[in-house]
């Protein structure tokens, strides 16, 4: 990788987007998520016209993030403030969007991307990083569902699963993406289970506000990640964990165990727990071993591990991740993390710089890079 080509282009590549309409701001940003990209792709496979990848990429990247936003001001227009307390009054057109969207004529993978492209307002990366595919691969399978439901009739509304599927995604890409949706995520799913009795659907409002409540507690004043143990407490939503408490536990007692419930649990967990060190890692590690049966999920086998790690101590958290692919979203930040805690300090550097350079957005970039630095700092010179 040639970092001082990648500077020299950068100017030029920033005035290409500036002159084909992009607001200056807005270029800066796309121009640095195609820099991200060329460090990621280029290594095993460098273009021929470098200056040309990278216009191609910085446009894309520009026109994706311009369609989200266009959709994050068309909902902010609908919802005035964060979701109050409560059953909704009615059940809006959206939430039947949704549910259309489902068709039974699509697989319900398919059905989910076409929903959280269509209504979501959910970029084509935004989707392919929730399913751990290929943008190519989703931009050829939201293409297929549309052909796919082009001419049918929508009087056959898709099942209740699929519709929860989409809004947990739609809730996680706003709680910790790039796109502000988790809001309106909670709202839909309040009417939906207001409309339905469903435990499923409860898990999911549960899971939706445990999250939600310790959203002010997640990012510094100048924007930078606090992971979970170093979160001022006092800071989370006492009322939403509240609620989201009492919800999961009336959905527990009817003993129809499923996935959001199970995460809710998790999250229960975390929220009940007054300090960091007093958390219920064993209880947690139980719950993991739920979900791993529910789900077979390899995003939940690495949230075991870590968990393994805080219960029985790095070595078994490692001995957990081993047995992850390597490829996996942020397996390399959990095993960096699992590495420092066991003491290796240059592996788990190297490993924080790596994870960084794979970080699916900017905030998490940034936190893994100061990780690395930090442990640098501590080791010295070498």
Not at 16 to 31: N, P, Q, S
Request: glycine letters at 6%.
């Amino acid at each position: 990788m040639n970092e001082a080509l990648l500077r020299g282009l950068t100017p030029s590549v920033l005035g290409v987007l500036v002159r084909r309409g992009a607001d200056f701001a807005a270029a800066e940003d796309a121009v640095q998520d195609a820099l991200v990209e060329a460090v990621r792709f280029w290594p095993a496979d460098p273009p021929r016209d470098a200056k040309g990848w990278l216009v191609t990429v910085a446009w894309r990247k520009f026109l994706d993030a311009t369609r989200s936003d266009t959709a994050r001001r068309r909902r902010e227009d609908l919802v005035d403030e964060e979701p109050a307390p409560g059953p909704a009054s009615a059940v809006d057109d959206t939430l039947q969007l949704y549910f259309l969207c489902a068709h039974p004529s699509l697989t319900p993978s398919s059905a989910v991307a076409l929903t959280l492209r269509a209504v979501g307002g959910l970029t084509t990366r935004q989707i392919a990083q929730a399913y751990l595919v290929p943008e190519a691969t989703m931009a050829q399978r939201i293409s297929r569902a549309k052909r796919t439901v082009s001419g049918v009739r929508f009087d056959q509304p898709g099942d209740v699963a699929t519709v929860l599927r989409v809004l947990y995604l739609v809730f996680n890409e706003g709680y910790s993406g790039d796109v502000d949706l988790s809001a309106e995520a909670i709202r839909l799913t309040r009417q939906l289970a207001a409309a339905i009795d469903h435990p499923e659907v409860a898990g999911l409002l549960a899971l939706m506000l445990l999250h939600h409540a310790r959203r002010a507690a997640r990012t510094a004043p100048d924007g930078s990640l606090v992971p979970l143990a170093e979160q001022d407490r006092g800071r989370w939503d006492t009322a939403s964990i509240a609620e989201g408490v009492e919800v999961l536990q009336t959905a527990l007692a009817r003993d129809g165990l499923g996935e959001y419930q199970a995460q809710a649990a998790v999250a229960a967990l975390h929220a009940d727990a007054p300090t960091a060190e007093e958390t219920d890692w064993v209880q947690i590690v139980e719950w993991y071993d739920e979900l791993a049966r529910l789900t077979d999920s390899p995003v939940v086998r690495l949230n075991r591990a870590v968990a393994v790690g805080q219960a029985d101590g790095p070595r078994a958290g490692l001995a957990a991740l081993a047995a992850l692919d390597g490829s996996l979203p942020r397996r390399t930040a959990v095993e960096a993390w699992l590495r420092e805690r066991d003491g290796d300090l240059g592996t788990a550097a190297r490993l924080y710089a790596e994870a960084a350079g794979k970080a699916p957005n900017l905030a998490e970039r940034d936190h893994l890079t100061r990780q690395a630095a930090r442990l640098n700092a501590r080791r010295g010179p070498r």
